[in-house]
Nanobody
Framework: VQLQASGGGLVQVGGSLRLSCVVP????????IGWFRQTPGKEREFVAV??????????YYSDAVKGRFTISRDNAENTVYLQMNSLRPEDTAVYYC???????????????????WGQGTQVTVSS
């Protein structure tokens, strides 16, 4: 299962970006899709996740982005979006989307719990 992440770029502090993660049609509704980010020398960090149909489409966020980022699913486009508002310099990172068909709620914030990963997309927030 190949995920395709895109939408990164350079933005000023306080600006917005929307990341996209295209999921193969036919698997989309069943997968939990998460967004993670990573900076050099640091471990991959949980950002947000949206459950698949079996999980009721519930969303979860890290404390660092809650209230600023919104994760959503577009079933017609088999795409998961991460709308990022009020961006800060500390949001600068490579962002990855990840998917899995069977993941427990207790594991959704753990990168190694996900089987499928997209390529990263760079987000740079300049001050």
């Amino acid at each position: 299962v190949q995920l395709q992440a895109s939408g990164g770029g350079l933005v000023q502090v306080g600006g917005s970006l929307r990341l996209s993660c295209v999921v193969p049609r036919g698997t989309f509704s069943r997968q939990t899709i998460g967004w993670f980010r990573q900076t050099p020398g640091k471990e991959r960090e949980f950002v947000a996740v949206i459950r698949g149909s079996s999980g009721g489409g519930r969303t979860y966020y890290s404390d660092a982005v809650k209230g600023r980022f919104t994760i959503s699913r577009d079933n017609a486009e088999n795409t998961v979006y991460l709308q990022m508002n009020s961006l800060r310099p500390e949001d600068t990172a490579v962002y990855y989307c990840a998917g899995d068909f069977s993941i427990m709620t207790s594991e959704i914030r753990v990168p190694r719990s996900y089987e499928y990963w997209g390529q990263g997309t760079q987000v740079t927030v300049s001050s």
